[in-house]
Nanobody, 126 residues
Framework: QVRLVESGGGSVQAGGSLRLSCAAFGYSYNNNPMGWFRQSPVKEREGVAGIQDDGVVRYADSVKGRFTISQDNAKNTLYLQMNILKPEDTAMYYC????????????????????WGQGTQVTVSS
């Protein structure tokens, strides 16, 4: 059974940094698509960053140049390094994955993922 567990969320001031982690159990990230998503009370769940099974990464325009997605296959863990955080980055952040191939812009589309973590809250104050 696939289980994803996020950690690393918290409260920071604008301009600060956080690193989110997503550990996988009963599953291997190797050669599978992975993504980070976020959801706030006023917005639908949106894709933030994703890695295709061939290693190609894609970011939402709102986070380009500030966020970096990476993976450590040895630790079976996905990361999201978030720098220069803004109040509008405040949201619950989720990691997701699937066994099926997800390419191109679909890597940021929540509808293509079947396995999700429980989320970790990020709050950025001005």
């Amino acid at each position: 059974q696939v289980r994803l567990v996020e950690s690393g969320g918290g409260s920071v001031q604008a301009g600060g940094s956080l690193r989110l982690s997503c550990a996988a159990f009963g599953y291997s990230y190797n050669n599978n698509p992975m993504g980070w998503f976020r959801q706030s009370p006023v917005k639908e769940r949106e894709g933030v960053a994703g890695i295709q099974d061939d290693g190609v990464v894609r970011y939402a325009d709102s986070v380009k140049g500030r966020f970096t997605i990476s993976q450590d296959n040895a630790k079976n863990t996905l990361y999201l390094q978030m720098n220069i955080l803004k109040p509008e980055d405040t949201a619950m952040y989720y990691c997701a994955t699937d066994y099926r191939r997800i390419w191109g812009p679909d890597i940021l589309n929540r509808l293509f993922y079947r396995y999700w973590g429980q989320g970790t809250q990020v709050t950025v104050s001005s």
